[in-house]
């Protein structure tokens, strides 16, 4: 799906100008259109809960500050989980903006989550002492913990090895797509009293837009987005002032 195009300051100059009474009436009538998408939003969302779920059998273990942890033991005492598929390979030296973007809006739900049942979990490839060292210069507090020398990454679609890279396509957003190393997604998983583990649900690409407020924001406003390729203007947090050149979106060919 093409980027919408940003209006250009002469047509924001030209832009319609009307009494307060038309623009009232043009408001109600763009009022049934949000309401619509709500109520649209709402099933979209019931049906989500309502997906059959995958009983997880392969044991994954992943490094943690603290040592070793298995899928398990990321809830944490809660018995649902959400998987941030953070883009941060092995032989990179920081993460990736958008997805660090992403867990920037995260930061601030995370109390709110874990006082309702749910445990939130970023998980990279990269070593977890790299991981560390990022999550110190972003400020959060969230865990996260390394998958490297696990198929956790291979196996939920969002890592991706040479040889996969080699015939051309692979398997991202349920369909065949030109690949990355990396690519960024959630996963939510369930666990039962009795310990059994499910995988419920997964998204990737634009489907993790739900989670930027930030976008929301942008959305309300005259320019919108007013980006030439998905994400072009993200940034880390701590690059804003003073940036030189554009670093770009490493996610920003792969949204649909």
């Not at 924001?12 to 709500?38: G, I, N, P, Y």
């Amino acid at each position: 799906m093409p980027v919408p195009i940003p209006p250009t300051a002469a047509q924001l100059e030209k832009h319609r100008v009307v009494s307060r009474e038309e623009w009232l009436e043009a408001r109600k009538a763009h009022l049934q259109r949000e309401k619509a998408l709500t109520r649209i939003r709402d099933l979209v969302s019931a049906e989500r809960r309502a997906l059959p779920w995958v009983k997880v059998e392969k044991e994954y273990l992943f490094n943690a500050p603290e040592g070793e942890a298995t899928l398990a033991d990321l809830f944490d005492g809660r018995s649902q989980l959400i998987i941030h598929h953070f883009m941060f390979g092995p032989e990179w030296e920081s993460g990736c903006p958008s997805c660090s973007l992403d867990a920037d809006h995260a930061e601030g739900a995370i109390v709110h989550l874990d006082n309702h049942d749910v445990a939130y979990v970023r998980v990279s490839r990269a070593p977890i002492e790299k991981i560390e060292a990022y999550r110190k210069r972003m400020g959060w507090k969230a865990k996260w913990v390394s998958s490297f020398g696990s198929d956790f990454n291979f196996d939920f679609h969002v890592s991706f090895t040479k040889e996969d890279l080699a015939k051309g396509k692979v398997e991202y957003n349920y369909a065949r797509v030109d690949g990355h190393d990396e690519l960024p997604g959630y996963s939510v998983f369930y666990k039962r009293e009795n310990g059994a583990v499910f995988h419920t649900y997964s998204s990737y690409a634009r489907g993790n837009e739900e989670v930027d407020g930030v976008f929301i924001y942008l959305d309300m406003t005259p320019k919108g987005r007013n980006e030439k390729e998905i994400m072009d203007w993200v940034r880390l947090h701590d690059q804003y002032e003073g940036v030189e050149g554009k670093t770009g979106s490493c996610c920003a060919s792969t949204q649909e």
